[in-house]
């Protein structure tokens, strides 16, 4: 557990990211909530499918995918518009309201739930989990659990939800990724091989993010 001195720190560092009034007032901004890719934590849309891309190559085309951390559900329509999918079996899972009512809004047939990904059931279970870059930052306010059990916690409850395999976008703590969470691929490594049977980190990525697959025999 934390020191009383480490917990007010965090606590501290929790409620400098909350939003400034500027923000609020892009929040407010129909068109900024809909066609923005800093507000779901990218500097270009260029980056944005970048990162899609790289993410998903082990995953087969007609796969059902479960997403953790989804925003507005941009990956669904990306994966619609690059494998031409009219039926594509997603389901994007995020705790912001504002993202998914917005995400509900612009596209079509998106299946998009706001909770906790901690509370996902066994009838949202899917073929693959994905978490692209959605534990570089953190939004949750147990300010007991540090980051590295946060990840593992995450890791687990993919795992558990996924009927073939897992896997999550991590930034790299070989580059200084501002304002970011970064992690060390070698230690996530070697607790995941403790944990499960096939684990595999690709540090070939094109940015400053590594990979982490796993995948699950039933």
Known sequence: FMKKEETEVLEKELNEIQPTQEELSELNDQGYLEDSAAIVGYATRQEQFKAYAESVLVIPPESSILDFGCGRGDFFAWHQSVYQRENFDYLGVDANQVLIDTGLKIYTGVNLKCTDWNNLKEEDKKDWCINIRSNNLRYDAAVETSNEDYLKSTISKMYEMCNQGMIISLSSDKFDVEN?????????????????????????????????VIYKNN
Request: a negative charge; zero cysteines.
């Open 180 to 212: 970011q969470l970064s992690y060390n691929a070698g230690e996530i490594l070697k607790w995941a091989l403790q944990e499960y049977d096939q684990v595999v980190v690709d540090h070939t990525t094109e940015t400053n993010q590594f990979l982490i």
